[in-house]
C-alpha cells in the first residue's frame, strides 16, 4: 500500500501539459497564423498581379488604337509607367479581306509577354 501511495502521489506532482491545453493552444496559434499567411502572400503576389492588370490594360487600349486606326502598321514601342519599362508590339496582317492584330506585352529584359492578345476585324 505505502508502495502505491508513493506512485500516485508522483503521478499528481508531475507537471506537464493535458491534451485540451495542447489542443487550445494549436487552435490559438493556427487562429494568430492564418491571416499573417494571408497577409504575407498578398504582398508577394501584388506586385504580380498589379504587373498582369497594366501590361493588360496597355495591350487593349493598343489593341483599339489598331482596330480604330485606318493606317495599318505593325509596330514596336516603349512605355514608361511608374519605374517600369514595357515594350508594346504590334502586329497587324491583312488576309483574305480580314485584318489580324497582335498586341504583346514585355515587361523589361523578357522575352515572352506578360500578356498577349489576338483579335480579327473584317476590312
Known sequence: MKG???TASFIASESGHTVVEVIIAIAVLTAALVPVSHFMS???????????IVAANLARAEMEAAAN????????RTVKIGNRTWRVERKLREISGLLTIEVAVYG???????VAFSTLRKL
Request: hydrophobic residues 25%; proline residues 3%; positive net charge.
Open 69 to 76: 486606326s485606318t493606317v495599318h502598321l505593325s509596330e514596336e
Open 108 to 114: 523589361k529584359d523578357r522575352t515572352s509577354p506578360v
Open 4 to 6: 502505491q501511495r508513493n
Open 42 to 52: 498578398k504582398v508577394f503576389l501584388s506586385s504580380t498581379t498589379r504587373d498582369l
